[in-house]
């Protein structure tokens, strides 16, 4: 029972049921060709993601795909991660496309002079980074060897690290909230020095440590796995449990004295001395393209409305019913709804099976009686319907769901009510 619904909800599947995404052995393995209908959701948890970052307070920027070899033997990545670049030779000088952001918003920090009164400085990005991962361990969304961070970067004080780690922490769990998990499904990890690092002894008992005292102070339990950190310094991971019981992790952040001290980056603090801020690298959804599988399969492919990227299609019963169809499409495409019609031949139970199909939140049927009075009638997916429903105020009950990213048809339910 259990295999036929991990089948059945498998995102690969639904991505070409869907019509959300697509791949290609001539594009190259593990990589991944969004369609329009997939951007949308895509773009709406960037979308979510930017709401975010502005709470905290990031602001956010670009950076090129590809730099020279010498930013990334600075970083240390040509040493202890060159096995997953990608790199190449152009006119004698050595090249390699992004494994990670973090250099490009540290040569940001490093274009003007900071002061303590600066600090925090905090970068976000969309930024797409390029993996080489071994072919067996691609899998559709999960696993890619190009994908796109909801990246962020804080140059902080020292006495600034643990309130920040504080903030986005706080911030995971309210969004995985959004997506309907529960604190009981969430669990937290603090991974330590790995055996291959960068950075001294104390750097990292100090980066330890203040992601220690944050954890305990917000009241998390969490497990220590030692060994497990980044090769330039340690990090929480946030695991997460799907509707049928599989743990995810997505969410991570990590504290960093080594890369700062690598690129020689400092501020001027309150006694006029260059001091070394302390970096702390975050992603709160990881990889979008990973988070976006993950709620496809936990949905089932059945997206909360603000998320689908069709959210209402009109139908009309019989041909004579266009022109009010039309009318009413645009009414609702007029308030920002993502809308569609069927105006094809097919019968009314094809035309809703299709809808169905494709897995769309609300059906409005207009016939000759929805025509005469301007009002129209309503299909919920999971079959809850309501008749001679006035127009607008589906379309406030509808924008109400969507701004607030309900997780529940509230529409449908209001209407019922009524």
């Not at 959701?41 to 956010?60: A, C, G, K």
């Not at 497990?223 to 695991?239: M, N, Q, R, S």
């Not at 501020?267 to 001091?275: E, F, G, H, R």
Request: hydrophobic share 35%.
């Amino acid at each position: 029972r259990y295999i036929e619904e991990l089948a059945k909800r498998d995102h690969r599947v639904l991505g070409r049921k869907l019509d959300l995404y697509s791949f290609h052995e001539e594009a190259g393995i593990g990589l991944v060709l969004f369609h329009p209908k997939g951007m949308i959701i895509r773009q709406e948890l960037i979308n979510l993601m930017r709401e975010v970052n502005r709470n905290l307070n990031y602001m956010e920027v670009y950076t090129p795909h590809v730099y020279r070899a010498e930013l990334w033997k600075i970083s240390g990545h040509y040493e202890h991660y060159r096995d997953k670049m990608l790199l190449f030779n152009v006119k004698d000088e050595e090249y390699g496309v992004k494994p990670m952001n973090c250099p490009g918003h540290i040569l940001i920090y490093k274009s003007s002079l900071k002061s303590y009164r600066d600090l925090p400085f905090k970068l976000s990005e969309f930024g797409t980074v390029y993996r080489w991962e071994q072919e067996g361990e691609l899998y559709g969304l999960l696993r890619l060897r190009g994908f796109t961070q909801d990246d962020g970067h804080a140059f902080l004080r020292e006495d600034q690290v643990k309130d920040e780690v504080k903030n986005i922490l706080n911030e995971i769990i309210r969004i995985l909230g959004l997506f309907g998990f529960k604190k009981d499904d969430v669990r937290i990890s603090l991974s330590t020095r790995p055996s291959h690092s960068i950075g001294t002894d104390e750097q990292w008992r100090k980066a330890e440590k203040a992601l220690k005292e944050a954890l305990d102070e917000i009241e998390m339990n969490y497990e220590i796995k030692e060994g497990e950190g980044a090769f330039y310094g340690p990090k929480i991971d946030v695991d997460f449990r799907d509707s049928l019981g599989r743990w995810w992790q997505c969410s991570t952040i990590q504290v960093d004295f080594a890369l700062p001290e690598r690129f020689d980056i400092y501020y001027i603090d309150q006694d006029n001395k260059p001091k070394r801020p302390v970096m702390v690298h975050r992603a709160l959804l990881g990889s979008i393209e990973r988070f976006m599988a993950i709620i496809i399969e936990n949905f089932g492919g059945r997206l909360p409305t603000w998320l689908s990227p069709i959210q209402v299609t009109v139908i009309p019963i019989t041909n004579a019913q266009n022109e009010y169809a039309i009318k009413v499409a645009r009414s609702l495409e007029s308030k920002g709804i993502r809308v569609t019609m069927d105006l094809s031949p097919d019968t009314l139970s094809k035309k809703i099976k299709n809808a169905h199909d494709q897995s769309i939140p609300y059906i409005v049927i207009v016939g000759k009686r929805e025509a005469e009075t301007g009002k129209i009638s309503i299909r919920a997916r999971g079959g809850k319907e309501a008749k001679d429903i006035e127009l607008n105020t589906f379309i406030e009950l509808l924008s109400n769901e969507i701004s607030t990213r309900s997780l529940t048809q509230y529409a449908i339910d209001s209407l019922i009510k009524i």
